[in-house]
Nanobody
Framework: VQLVESGGGLVQAGGSLRLSCVAS????????MGWFRQAPGKEHESVAA???????????YYADSVKGRFTISRDNAKNAVYLQMNNLKPEDTAVYSC????????????????WGQGIQVTVSS
């Protein structure tokens, strides 16, 4: 499985961005998906996760720092997972990466098998 992120960039505080992650390969619908970020000088942080489901009813996880501002979603027909980021803050500045794995809604980075290359999000004050 290969993952490619897009949608990053520079935005002012209070603005919005929508990150996309498109997967190649089979069985995307069977993978749990997650978004992680790493700011300069800081450790990787789990941002959000979404499980896989047979009935399109998905459970989600959010880090406390992004609850109420970020929304994760997926479109299995497009092999894609999205991260809608609203009310962005300078502290959201980081490289954001998507990840896939045979996991069930976990924020644990080591449980994911496949990773995108990452994309920069910069929020100016």
């Amino acid at each position: 499985v290969q993952l490619v992120e897009s949608g990053g960039g520079l935005v002012q505080a209070g603005g919005s961005l929508r990150l996309s992650c498109v997967a190649s390969g089979r069985d995307f619908s069977r993978y749990g998906m997650g978004w992680f970020r790493q700011a300069p000088g800081k450790e990787h942080e789990s941002v959000a996760a979404i499980n896989w489901s047979d009935d399109t009813i998905y459970s989600t996880y959010y880090a406390d720092s992004v609850k109420g501002r970020f929304t994760i979603s997926r479109d299995n027909a497009k092999n894609a997972v999205y991260l809608q980021m609203n009310n962005l803050k300078p502290e959201d500045t980081a490289v954001y990466s998507c990840a896939a794995g045979s996991v069930v809604l976990t924020p644990r980075r080591d449980e994911y098998d496949y990773w995108g290359q990452g994309i920069q999000v910069t929020v100016s004050s």
